[in-house]
């Protein structure tokens, strides 16, 4: 499952991927997507388009995780 919440000047409010995608093109807000149980490929697809590293989207489909908090500058991974 895919979830995704955009914060704006409106508030934040969960939205579709590709609403969530236009925002982050469009410099407009943060995003946040949570992943669960998704394949590498739906992730690659889901999240390429923010600029996710593809190491990045290999880790999030391992099953086995440490807490942890990446800062990648243009976004932060957190498990």
């Given at each position: 499952?895919?979830?995704?919440?955009?914060?704006?000047?409106?508030?934040?409010?969960?939205?579709r991927l590709?609403?969530?995608?236009?925002?982050?093109?469009?410099?407009r807000g943060?995003?946040?997507?949570?992943?669960?149980?998704?394949?590498e490929q739906?992730?690659?697809?889901?999240?390429?388009?923010?600029?996710?590293?593809?190491?990045?989207?290999?880790?999030?489909?391992?099953?086995?995780?440490?807490?942890?908090?990446?800062?990648?500058?243009?976004?932060?991974?957190?498990?």
């Amino acid at each position: 499952m895919i979830r995704c919440w955009l914060a704006d000047e409106s508030g934040a409010r969960e939205v579709r991927l590709a609403e969530a995608q236009e925002a982050v093109r469009a410099g407009r807000g943060n995003v946040w997507v949570d992943l669960q149980d998704e394949g590498e490929q739906t992730v690659s697809e889901a999240l390429v388009p923010f600029g996710v590293h593809p190491l990045v989207i290999e880790d999030m489909v391992q099953h086995v995780h440490r807490p942890k908090l990446d800062n990648y500058g243009a976004y932060v991974y957190v498990v």
